[in-house]
């Protein structure tokens, strides 16, 4: 018998910094559930970067060499998944230093946030954080080769001034390459941020224009880029793990004769068991190690697996909707009020009310969870495609019980992140298989039935509405209930509200210009896991909130846009605090207000650009949804046409886009027409179900994912100018999701008069033959 | 047994029933071909078998011997290849990149029967193989401009 258990690892609490750090990211040191009180850092307040664990860096030291062959070599210490980081960090880095992209070369950071600043790469905000740093760290990197040239001629420094990865001496027309200047350079040292000459923004050669080639896109199409899955090594084994279908189950006994009998096996380990608190925690299951993962898989099939199910083998979707709906139908936790609004519903000359459900979604990452580690004399090395960096390393090291210095993570390209590769329990469980099997190179892999069974999901809420208006439809009183499992319920199974991010995503801090108002969290408990997806909570508030505004203008017989805007009401730069919103997505209130104006303007953008108000004949049909998040404004118009059986076929689609400064357009381009793909697909297809624990999806063929046949042919996006670089940026990856899905229900609601408040919408527009 | 990959004849010893892109990945170490679904529904393992794009995640490797494998590490030596490639860079077609090696393989069929193919031929060519990030209507885009760039077969 080759069955052996894994050393049992007792996950001890984590510690109160990495507590902290976890629930930074979503809002968190405002509402801890179980009454943990943290300062809200209301002495000191740290917003942006400066908020985020390690901050920034802006060393050229550190990010920058300049080799004597010329070629500048740039660390990417933020995580690539398709958002163009990769390119887009280090562009800012060339410019600001002169240096020709042609000659720069980009290299990926391994974790070490101490060295690098904050690794995180979620939250919609690796650009906005890092320009300012990147550009010291050019600025910086272009100065030290300015005062290498005028020593090595011994002029003064301000006679010299860098074109294009050469210094130029003014008055003699000498010149010296970056490559030539390179070890002088090195050795002076590093200017003071204060003194730093930054460039004018007519002086970018690359920031703003666009038109620059992707850093990996040779490498992509011709195969030789590294992703998570590709590490490979003569001696390496190959893993897949059967785990506990239901969360927080454990193995009570498994058999694995059959299994490790199966051709190509090498070993079948035992996992360490599930813990209370699901964090990053690797799950429950048994592994089944190869000579080649199809082996490993065939191998799994035969493992007879004995669960015990734990507190969530009766966890059924159904039931739960049910739950969640009786709890939206009664008064929950007051999360934000004005006015009064029972007065104003009772004097009100009408009163609508709405149900919205949206449900689980599964990232479905193109490429599954998975990692490669490897350990060598004490040192471990994980090769992972990983958004969070530095969690990954703190995590491996705590599981194996060796200290953070001998674990290396090396950050490949991910294949699609949408915030399921910020929790790294796939590295963790490569480690520990590693581990072990005495260090021998192993390869974890998920399935794609893995990956749907054990996802952490998007959370699923119920969102009711309800409201007053007067004899003109005008809006007096505005109800919502937002109810949903808290991705808080990772660090702290017993917390059963939103926390402030989840709060401050579209549902509190929703901007219309409504004089009575209150918001209200009901309590829901999480039975699976919850996390982050890519955009989170915007996606149920805004389709509840962006669906409901449709309903109200069509109950008072008015154009759904003029509605809309009148609801804005006119520009004003509001205080999110005043909102109740003090999360703001971790920035300042003064510099980031939510701004009125912006959004009035992606509204009239995208209406105009797409024609609305266009005749159309029977079938057809424009939506329009808008939604501010990630301190960005989009707003979006999809087209139907819907044939007599119902089917919905998808045309085109226009999205306006106002996230102040645009560093590299054409990625910015991208991130929106994808989030419109994923927009549309998750409203069409995009659920996850449960019976008895455990979810009901295996495959694409039930999970279904847009393809190209169902897909917009034409994807409009509008960006909209920006006045100056003194505007602080807005993201990017995720604010284009929100829209979409209220859009498109909106324009089946405008061709058909069904009104969809149901997600997905599978055949409800369907009629029957 | 003897496989012909990229015009390339290398030996392994495999299981015959072991998928060809297990072979590929794990045994001879050329991880540009990828798995997304083991059951033939994403399209991200697609390779050429005598030019037909057939997905290798199903694909008993007994089944391979004999005949002319192409993965994206060898597409870009035809002139097809080449020039999806080409498009799919000038036109910045990836966001993650994980699913595009199937994507231009999927492609590179097609253009090989239908050298200037429609909407129609390239939605039924295609709609195999899924995109999470999105970048259906740049590939579209980058499959006409190859069409279009004037290579032979």
Not at chain 1, 400 to 424: A, M, Y
Not at chain 1, 602 to 627: D, N, Y
């Amino acid at each position: 018998m080759n069955a052996v258990a894994l050393p049992v690892v007792t996950a001890e609490a984590l510690s109160r910094r990495e507590f902290l750090r976890r629930l930074q990211a979503m809002g968190g040191l405002l509402l801890v559930a179980d009454g943990l009180h943290i300062a809200k850092a209301a002495d000191t307040p740290k917003y942006g970067a400066e908020g985020m664990e390690h901050g920034t860096i802006d060393n050229p030291l550190v990010f920058v060499t300049v080799g004597d062959d010329g070629w500048v070599t740039i660390i990417a210490h933020r995580s690539e998944m398709g958002q163009g980081v990769r390119t887009g960090i280090p562009l800012i880095v060339a410019d600001e230093m002169e240096a020709d992209w042609s000659k720069v070369r980009v290299l990926q950071a391994p974790a070490d946030e101490v060295r690098y600043g904050n690794q995180d790469t979620d939250g919609s905000r690796s650009t906005r954080h890092f320009i300012d740093p990147m550009r010291r760290c050019g600025a910086a990197a272009r100065t030290m080769l300015e005062q290498a040239a005028a020593l090595s001629w011994r002029v003064p420094v301000a006679e010299v001034h860098a074109v294009n990865h050469e210094v130029l001496h003014d008055k003699t027309g000498r010149k010296l390459s970056y490559g030539t200047l390179a070890k002088r350079a090195a050795k002076l040292p590093v200017p003071q941020a204060g003194t730093l000459r930054l460039k004018k923004a007519e002086q970018f050669r690359y920031v703003g224009k666009g038109g620059v080639p992707l850093v990996d896109g040779h490498d992509i199409v011709t195969g030789q880029a590294q992703y998570g899955i590709d590490p490979w090594f003569k001696d390496m084994s190959f893993a897949v793990i059967a785990r506990s279908p239901v969360l927080g189950g454990t193995v009570k006994q498994f058999d694995a004769k059959a299994a490790v009998a199966a051709p190509g096996v090498l070993k079948v380990l035992q996992m360490p068991a599930s813990v209370a608190k699901a964090t990053f925690h690797p799950l429950a299951g048994v592994a089944v190690i190869a000579n080649s993962t199809g082996a490993a898989i065939a191998a799994r099939k035969l493992l007879k697996i004995d669960w015990d199910d734990g507190d969530n083998g009766s966890y059924d979707s159904d039931a739960y909707r049910a739950s969640l709906q009786e709890s939206a139908h009664k008064p929950g936790k007051v999360v934000r009020e004005s006015g009064n609004v029972d007065t104003a519903m009772k004097a009100a000359a009408k009163t609508i009310e709405a149900e919205y459900y949206i449900p689980h979604i599964a990232h479905a990452t193109m490429e599954p969870p998975c990692a490669v580690a490897r350990i060598v004399a004490g040192k471990c090395e994980v090769w992972a495609p990983t958004q969070a960096p530095q969690a990954t390393r703190e995590d491996v090291a705590k599981y194996l019980g060796i200290s953070e210095d001998n674990v290396t993570v090396h950050v490949t390209l991910l294949g699609g992140g949408f915030g399921r590769k910020s929790k790294p329990d796939f590295a963790t469980e490569a480690a520990l298989l590693s581990q072990a099997l005495e260090g021998r190179p192993v390869k974890v892999t998920w399935t794609r039935e893995d990956d749907l069974h054990h996802d952490y999901l998007h959370t699923v809420s119920v969102e009711y509405l309800k409201a007053g208006v007067n004899a003109n439809g005008k809006v007096s009183s505005w109800l919502h209930r937002s109810v949903a499992p808290s991705l808080v319920t990772l660090f702290n199974p017993k917390a059963d509200h939103e926390s402030g991010g989840e709060l401050g995503m579209g549902f509190i801090n929703m901007p219309y210009d409504i004089p009575n108002l209150r918001m209200e969290n009901p309590a829901a408990a999480a039975h699976c896991r919850i996390g982050w997806f890519r955009s989170v909570s915007n996606i149920p508030h805004a389709f509840a909130v962006q669906s409901f505004v449709s309903e109200l203008a069509a109950s008072a017989n008015k154009d759904h846009r003029d509605y809309l805007l009148d609801l804005i009401g006119p520009a004003r730069k509001i205080d999110p605090a005043s909102l109740k919103d003090e999360w703001n997505h971790g920035e300042s209130p003064q510099r980031y207000p939510v701004d009125t104006g912006r959004l009035r303007r992606v509204v009239e953008t995208v209406t105009q650009e797409a024609g609305w108000g266009r005749k159309f004949a029977r079938g057809q049909a424009l939506g329009l949804a808008a939604h501010y998040s990630f301190v960005s404004y989009a707003a979006a118009v999809v087209e139907v046409d819907i044939d007599e059986l119902g089917r919905i076929n998808i045309p085109r689609v226009d999205v306006a886009f106002d996230c102040g400064p645009q560093v590299n357009p054409e990625r910015i381009r991208s991130q929106l027409e994808g989030a419109v793909i994923m927009g549309l697909s998750l409203a069409m297809f995009g659920e996850i179900t449960f019976k008895n624990g455990r979810a009901q999806q295996d495959n694409f063929h039930q999970y279904r994912v847009m393809r190209m046949n169902e897909a917009p042919s034409d994807i409009r996006v509008h960006l909209i100018p920006f006045s100056d670089w003194t505007m602080p940026l807005g993201g990017v990856g995720e604010p284009g999701i929100p829209p979409i899905a209220p859009a498109l229900c909106n324009a089946v609601f405008a061709a058909t008069g069904k009104r969809i408040r149901r997600l997905p919408i599978k055949d409800q527009a369907r009629r029957s033959t | 047994m003897d496989l012909q990959i990229n015009e390339r004849t290398v030996s392994v010893a495999a299981d015959p029933d072991l998928a060809l892109l297990w072979v590929l990945r794990d045994l001879l170490g050329m991880t540009g071909t990828k798995f997304g679904c083991g059951m033939a529904l994403c399209g991200a393992c697609t390779v050429l078998v005598d030019g037909q794009a057939l997905r290798s995640c199903v694909l008993p490797v007994s089944q391979a011997v004999g005949k002319k494998i192409t993965t994206i590490e060898g597409i870009g030596a035809s002139p097809v290849g080449a020039a999806l490639q080409g498009a799919w860079q000038d036109i910045n077609v990836p966001q993650c990149g994980y699913c595009q090696a199937g994507q231009i393989m999927s492609a590179a069929a097609l253009l090989q029967v239908k050298p200037q193919p429609n909407d129609a031929d390239i939605d039924a060519a295609m709609s195999g193989n899924i995109c999470r990030c999105g970048t259906y209507t740049r590939i579209r885009s980058a499959i006409k401009q190859a069409a279009n760039s004037g290579v032979r077969k």
